[in-house]
């Protein structure tokens, strides 16, 4: 059973998701050697299609399983866009992490040896996003990072 990489803790139905062309579409192919991943946090591009985030950038939550056909078949990937939210991910580093921890995102947070775009606790820069907050430590949570996305 493949382990699970990102859950919604809040409904997902009052949140606004919206599909973005995929910058490189080989990324869609499950056997692709680093494909995305659901709860990698993706950016956009200046061409308006969705890009693994870099750190510290504006970047939202992939919502779509890992080989979808349907996000193979058009290049499209759904993200959640616009909302608060809480979900569980996997897509983390551990280091620093603290109840109410402000969380950024780093395009260097290794899940299963591969390298994603996930989320790393705040550095403090003022110029790097903070994507929310840490509202359950791994620990306590199965080994999945809690957190409240609050970009609106």
């Given at each position: 059973m493949p382990a699970t990489?990102?859950?919604?803790v809040t409904e997902v139905q009052a949140l606004l998701r919206?599909?973005?062309?995929?910058?490189d579409k080989t990324l869609l192919n499950?056997?692709?050697a680093n494909p995305l991943m659901d709860g990698e946090m993706l950016s956009l591009d200046s061409a308006y299609s969705l890009v693994r985030g870099a750190e510290g950038s504006l970047a939202f939550a992939l919502f779509a399983e890992r080989g979808r056909f349907?996000?193979?078949?058009?290049?499209?990937?759904?993200?959640l866009f616009g909302g608060t939210y809480e979900a569980n991910t996997r897509v983390f580093t551990a280091a620093g992490l603290a109840l109410g921890g402000r969380l950024m995102v780093s395009a260097a947070v290794t899940v299963d040896t591969l390298t994603k775009s996930g989320l790393i606790i705040h550095d403090?820069?003022?110029t790097k996003d903070i994507i929310g907050y840490v509202t359950r430590l791994p620990a306590n949570n199965g080994?999945?990072?809690r957190f409240m996305q609050t970009l609106v």
């Open positions: 990489n990102f859950e919604m919206r599909d973005f062309p995929v910058a499950p056997n692709n349907d996000t193979q078949a058009i290049g499209k990937a759904t993200v403090g820069v003022a080994g999945l990072l």
